[in-house]
Every structure is written in structure tokens, then in C-alpha cells.
């Protein structure tokens, strides 16, 4: 009797490879480990996918052997086994690349590790720490409760405004779920959100795991190891914890349904929406979504099919209109003409007035850096970066001022005469360091603080920032998009945008929704207490539509309005997209391949004619990370059946290309750019 092992690796090779086991590692090859494996003349490291007993060998194949066995536990377990095949097809990738994104990197662990993973903690529910529900909350959580006996899979909406209480309503449904000796997958798209959902779930569930990028890689393997081992009832964290392998599924939350960092940027480029309502479908349980601006597809399909079932799952919609505490806060619109100064001095008059109210603000462009653009008024154009079409941008730091790229992290010193024709540069534009150091300047009596990307490396500074904006000891936090959303102050009254409307003027069919939720959400910050917050949107066009929306928090208006839009071109939900983007280093090879790979899918088409093609064309952003871009978007509204006529011409064509040229695949591509 012989034991052959499959193997998958983790880069874009098809077959799964068998490997015999050899008597000295019998008792170390399980499912889910890592193993090294000779592939191609070459070490290589795969993971066992399946071991077979087989009373014979195949005297035409000669099988190479298991040469070492990795790790002490499994990094994956039968379930994300059987979800990577699913990943595969639906993202059009390999099995080894879809089971790559579902484990951290594992570490050595210490005795004393081992300890920690082997100690029984039992589950303790401390009931008392939660508040009570209203009628609206209770009659939503008595819905959902319903659903989570049910043998349907099933997918909840709650659209909630901000400080509506949908947190509450999340709450008391963990607890169901434990209560019934099922675990539960709570998933936030941003870190910011963990720091008081972390605490707040404890409080009632006690020991629970989190998953999120800022934890030390070691952190982070031990946390999913508590995961693997049973150890926990509760996951929190962000997208990439969709692949937690928790026992006992009961229940997933997705809170702040509509962000788009739900969607990794790296091949697979999956989304944890749908991959939640994959394993929804798998366990048949319930899936949560919540969301005060949700996005137009979710929407779209739960109010379409309210208590019914579609596609194999039942839809539920549920609305929240009023504020557990407080109330919506007064917004109001200020019109800017120049921008000499980074804030309008009626924005700046409101600042200092709230804080002689011993209240805070929030101040919020999204926008890093200090100026993003040096300009050449001989030239007429930006410095941009030597790997992209972006401009850089001047950061100042503590001793030095960079320029940085955003997109590949380029950095040289900052120059101040053009390269090509020796004038002076020009700097433009306002970014959020400049806006934090103008609040110093006008404002020296208040401790302001700033939070981006550029200064939170580690979580414990994010933590600490937070916790010290919501223990009042901060009066102003600048930030960019980082501080829109999960947190709840009490003592935050005043909520600036500034170029609020910037974002509704980008290239892409999402941009508008993109920059409603940020207003939305942003502005929900403010007043969550008794007292009635304010926010001001600094504008440019205060008549655009999308704007008044906003101030008017008028999500139904926004909602039909973009639909009718959505619907005139059939964009999603009335359709699903493919996007297949080409890099290589040569423009002109970037161009020969989208357009081989755009007369093989357009000879396609014309056969069954289930799919539209736009392009090939250049991407909007031409070049990035010293590759040119060009691309092609596949419109159908008959999914399954694109991806199984179109699968085989990919991979054909991925094997023409050549090993400086990339085909990129994008399922239901969240931008276009």
C-alpha cells in the first residue's frame, strides 16, 4: 500500500501534482500542511490537498517524493480546501493561488506559544453588558434570530444612518449564535473600525481572535492558529479574515458593506463579500450586512427580492431612521473660489468657536502629502514619477521634504527647478500635512493630530490616536479617508470636508458612489451624543446634485438617481464585469497583446454573443510600477457562462505571454482605473 500526496502550489501553475510519502514522514503529511517538493528541477514549496491510498504504482510515472514536512499543525483545513477550488473558478485563478490567500505566514512557535494555544478558555457571556434594544432594533434582531435556524442560506441588509445602532443590533446576534454553540465571523473593512469593536465585543464574549495587517506576522499566525485549533468562537478582523477557518460557522457580519477595501488588489483579486456569501451558502447560515450608504448592487438585489427567495438565497431588507443618541447633524455647504489658504475662514470661525464649547473636530481631506503637484509653467506639465503617469507629491517629514509616488512608494529629495527646462517649479495644491500645519499655526493653544497612512505604521499608533480622540484628550484629528468611519466620539461636534467634491469628477463609473458614502460617512461622526453636531462640505460647485444629496444625507434620491444611470448603460447591478488588463514594461507589447487577446474574445462573442467588450484601450493610469497598462472590460448579464467560454482563450493566452508581461483579472472590478 503506497500514500500519494497532491500538491498545489501557490503561483499560477494548473495541475496539482502527485508525490509519494515516504515512510519516514508517514506520520507527518496531513491535509492542509506545507511540504517541500522537487517541481521542474526545483525546490518548491506546495501544500497537500488530498493524500490517496493506492495499492499499486503507475510503472510509466515516475513519482518523486515528499523531501520535508513544514509544519507542526495543518495552515489549512478540509473547508478552505474545498472553498480554494471554488475561488479558482470563480477568479479565474489557480487552486494553490486562491488557497495562498487564506493562511498568514506561519512562524516558528515557542513551547511557551504552545502553552498559550493548548489553555482551555471557556466561553463566558456577560449578558448585562449589553444595552438595550429599541422596538425598531429588537424587531429586526427577532427577524435575523429567525433565520439563523433556518436551513436557507440567507442575506440581511441593514441600512442604518449613522449612530443608528446597527453595532447593537450585531451584538445581541453573537450572542444568539454562541448561545446555539456556533462560532461567528464579524469582518470590517478598516483597522480604525477594530479599535472600539474590539473592546466592545469582549466586554460581552470575552476571548475572541483579530486578524488585521497591523499585527507582527507572528501576532497574526498565532491568532489564526487559536482559529484553527477551535479555540475561539469569535473572529474579528479585516477582508482577509473571510478565510478564517472557524468550526461551527453560525453566523457572518459584514459591517460598512459598501467599502471598497473589502477588495484585494492582488491577484486573486477577490472580494470578501462574495466570498462571505459563498460560505454563507456553504453552511447555510445567515450573512449581515450593514451599511448607512450601502453599495448600489446590495441594495439593488436585497429590495428587489425582500423575503423571497433568489439564487438559491433569501433576502431580507431593514432600515434604521433614527439615531439611537442625538440626531443627525446640520450640514452646510461652503462654496470656495480660491484656495490661497487650505480652510475657509468661516470653517476656521466654527472651529474655534466649538472649541471654546469644550467640543472636538474632525477635519478631513483625502488627500496625503503636503502639495501634490510641482509644476512647470514653461512645460505646462507635473513632475511625475519615473515608474507611473502620477504625479509626485512633497511630503514634508520632521527634518527633510520627499517627493513620493502613492502608487509604487518612489521617493527621491524634493527639487524646486523643472528637469528639462531648469525653471522654477511651482508648488500646487493642498494636501493634509499642509492642512495639519496650518491648524498649528492659527490654532497653537489646541493639540491637533494627524492620521494617514503615511504616519500609522504600526496599530498600536492607530489605537493610541483613537483612544485619545474618544477620551477627549485631542481637539482637532486631520486625516484622510482613515478617520471617516467607526469612530464614535462623544464629544465630536464638528466635522470639516475639505474638496469635498473632488472625487465625484473621477473616470469611473463608481466614483460617485465612492464619494457619497465618504461624505455620508464622515459627516456621521459628528453630534452622536445629545447635543446636534454640524459638518461643513467645502466645495467648488455647490449646485452639483450629488452634493445636496449629501447634506441632505438623502441616500434614496442618490440611489435612483445612479440606478437610472447604472440602468441607461448597463453597468452593475444590471450586469456583471470582467476586466483584463495587460502590463509590460513596452508600451508598444502592451498594446500587440490587449489587442491579440481582444480578437480572440471579439471571434468569441460573435459565436454566442452573451457578452459586450469595451476597448481595448489604454487604462486610465498608463503606467504603473514601471508597466503600461492597457485594457479590455467584458459587460454580461450572463456570468457563469462567460467565464466558462472565455477561461480556456485566457489561459491559452496567459501561455503566450511573456515572462516581463502580465494578464491581470479582475472579477467585478471595484474601480477602472
Known sequence: MYRVAKVVFPFPIEEEYDYLIPEELSSKVELGKRVMVSLKNREEEGIVVEIQKIDFLNPQIHYKEISQVFDEFPVVNQEQIELSYWVSKEYLCEVGEALDKMYPKPFKITKKDLLELNKEEAINLHEENLVSLSTEQKSIFESIKESMFSSIPSIHLIQGITGSGKTEIYLYLIVEAIKANKSVLFIVPEISITVQMIERIRKIVGNIAVLHSSLTG?????????????????????????????????????????????????????????????????????????????????????????????????????????????????????????????????????????????????????????????????????????????????????????????????QTAVIYSCPDCGSRLTQLGTGIQKVEEFLLNIFPEMKIVRLDTDVVNKESILQEVIQSFIQGDIDILTGTQMISKGIDAPNLNLVGVLQADAGFYLPDFRSAERAFSLLVQVAGRSGRRENTGKAFFEVFDQDHPYIKWAVNQDYESFFKEELKKRFEFRYPPFSRLIRLLIRSPLQKKAEKYINELANELTQKKQKIGIYELLGPTQAPILKLHNKFRYHILIKTQFFRETIENIKDSIKRFKKRLHEDSYLEIEIDPIDIL
Open 218 to 410: 507572528k501576532q497574526r499566525y498565532l491568532e489564526y492558529l487559536k482559529i484553527l485549533l477551535g479555540k475561539v468562537r469569535v473572529v474579528l478582523g479585516t477582508r482577509s479574515a473571510i478565510f478564517a477557518p472557524l468550526r461551527d460557522l453560525g453566523l457572518i457580519i459584514i459591517d460598512e458593506e459598501h467599502d471598497s477595501s473589502l477588495r484585494d488588489n492582488s491577484h486573486p483579486r477577490y472580494d470578501a463579500r462574495i466570498i462571505a456569501k459563498k460560505r454563507s451558502e456553504i453552511y447555510k447560515i445567515p450573512l449581515i450586512l450593514g451599511s448607512a450608504t450601502p453599495q448600489i448592487e446590495t441594495r439593488y438585489f436585497t429590495e428587489k427580492y425582500h423575503n423571497q427567495v433568489y439564487d438559491r438565497f433569501k433576502y431580507n431588507i431593514y432600515f434604521l431612521r433614527k439615531r439611537v443618541l442625538g440626531s443627525l447633524p446640520e450640514i452646510h455647504l461652503i462654496e470656495r473660489e480660491n484656495l490661497e489658504q487650505p480652510i475657509s475662514n468661516e470653517l476656521l470661525k466654527e472651529i474655534e468657536k466649538n472649541y471654546k464649547n469644550k467640543k472636538q473636530s474632525l477635519i478631513l481631506l483625502n488627500r496625503r502629502g503636503y502639495h501634490p503637484y510641482l509644476y512647470c509653467k514653461k512645460c505646462k506639465k507635473n513632475i511625475e514619477c519615473p515608474n507611473c503617469s502620477i504625479s509626485l507629491s512633497l511630503h514634508k517629514n520632521t527634518n527633510e521634504r520627499v517627493l513620493k509616488c502613492h502608487y509604487c512608494n518612489y
